[in-house]
T-cell receptor, first 112, second 114 residues
Framework: DTGVSQDPRHKITKRGQNVTFRCDPI?????LYWYRQTLGQGPEFLTY????????KSRLLSDRFSAERPKGSFSTLEIQRTEQGDSAMYLC??????????FGAGTRLSVL | KQEVTQIPAALSVPEGENLVLNCSFT??????LQWFRQDPGKGLTSLLL?????REQTSGRLNASLDKSSGRSTLYIAASQPGDSATYLC?????????????FGTGTRLKVLA
């Protein structure tokens, strides 16, 4: 068990570009969450997958954001036409029936 | 709408002190409450999870209590050490969601001085 992995750890992009982040959860966990965290704040919920089904999306997730979890394994979060306000740490967490959330190290996005 | 507040926002204590971090939430309809630790630039590590039916949980030098009716939780750290320096986050899982997502507070930044 290697824990939750996120890739890349850091991403610098220019405004208007598209970016994609990947999350590999703990292998036996069927629940996967994406959160966004800005400096000095707690994480804010973005979206939730149970297996391959996306069951909840926050109103924070505008039309420029899309997430997938094909085959209920890894997940990707794509942001199209990035804006400076998208700069944040994007965190992925997975859990099983215990509801203890295991977080990855996050992907820090900087939009210039 | 569920809101989570943590007091104090920052705390600095000498090594060896016992300390209490506070968390309050506005809606008592929760599945559970978790306390997390976050080191700078890193992800979160779950410290303790308290189910809504429980009053407290203990792990080593950490003890967390939950008073669901008053919307309060405390994290007690005994005999603090410099390695305890981190941001501590409280989060609740609202039953209105059904997805076991968490609503987080803004955290307490703890510094333990050697």
């Amino acid at each position: 068990d290697t824990g939750v992995s996120q890739d890349p750890r850091h991403k610098i992009t220019k405004r208007g570009q598209n970016v994609t982040f990947r999350c590999d959860p703990i292998s036996e966990h069927n629940r996967l969450y994406w959160y966004r965290q800005t400096l000095g704040q707690g994480p804010e919920f973005l979206t939730y997958f149970q297996n391959e089904a996306q069951l909840e999306k926050s109103r924070l997730l505008s039309d420029r954001f899309s997430a997938e979890r094909p085959k209920g394994s890894f997940s990707t979060l794509e942001i199209q036409r990035t804006e400076q306000g998208d700069s944040a740490m994007y965190l992925c967490a997975s859990t099983d029936i215990s509801n203890i959330q295991y977080f990855g190290a996050g992907t820090r996005l900087s939009v210039l | 709408k569920q809101e989570v507040t943590q007091i104090p926002a920052a705390l600095s204590v000498p090594e060896g002190e016992n300390l209490v971090l506070n968390c309050s939430f506005t809606d008592s309809a929760i599945y559970n409450l978790q306390w997390f630790r976050q080191d700078p630039g890193k992800g979160l590590t779950s410290l303790l999870l308290i189910q809504s039916s429980q009053r407290e949980q203990t792990s080593g030098r950490l003890n967390a209590s939950l008073d669901k009716s008053s919307g309060r939780s405390t994290l007690y750290i005994a005999a603090s050490q410099p390695g305890d320096s981190a941001t501590y986050l409280c989060a609740v899982s609202p039953t209105t969601s059904g997805t076991y997502k968490y609503i987080f507070g803004t955290g307490t930044r703890l510094k333990v001085l050697a």
